[in-house]
């Protein structure tokens, strides 16, 4: 009897570290949260946001949305040449129209991509492509797709895109 009630104990306390395990686990669980917000915590595309806070985007990609960011990683604003970006930082208007190439007024799952062209959020065309689960934007292939946030869903991609010139 004694045996029993020592083994019913220990279950107990099993049983109780295992719920506040799983509980506390939940807790941890990170809640869904804007484009702007997702890309900020983000540490690939560290660059990225911070030329969307240079050029004052944070809080319209923090809107409803939806929209889809084609998002260039840190390694694809390496390839620009450092004239470029000087010129990018001394010219905000030139950087919100880099910017907002990137960015389209839609949802588009990668699932969801086909051969056609889109309106970026800058007015310009932007061609999508896809052969497979193959996605690409332009000259920019999707390294890793459908990262969800509330007002849309970033693609990350290998290459900063130019938009047309005005």
Not at 44 to 71: D, H, K
Not at 72 to 91: I, R
Request: hydrophobic letters at 50%.
């Amino acid at each position: 009897m004694f045996q029993s009630k020592s083994f019913d104990i220990v279950r107990r306390a099993a049983l109780s570290a295992a719920f506040v395990t799983l509980f506390s686990a939940c807790a941890t669980i990170e809640k869904p949260v804007s484009v702007a917000d997702t890309i900020a915590k983000t540490p690939s595309l560290s660059t990225l946001n911070g030329l969307i806070v240079s050029a004052g985007l944070t809080s319209a990609l923090q809107g409803t949305g939806p929209f889809t960011v084609f998002a260039p990683n840190n390694d694809a604003f390496k390839t620009v040449k450092p004239a470029v970006m000087d010129d990018l930082a001394k010219n905000p208007a030139k950087l919100k129209d880099l910017l907002t190439y990137h960015v389209v007024p839609t949802k588009a799952l990668a699932k969801d991509v086909k051969n056609s062209t889109v309106k970026a959020l800058n007015g310009d065309p932007l061609a999508l492509s896809k052969a497979g689960d193959f996605v690409t934007v332009e000259n920019a292939a999707v390294l890793q797709a459908d990262v969800i946030a509330t007002n849309g869903v970033i693609h990350i991609v290998d290459a900063v895109m130019t938009p047309i010139k005005k």
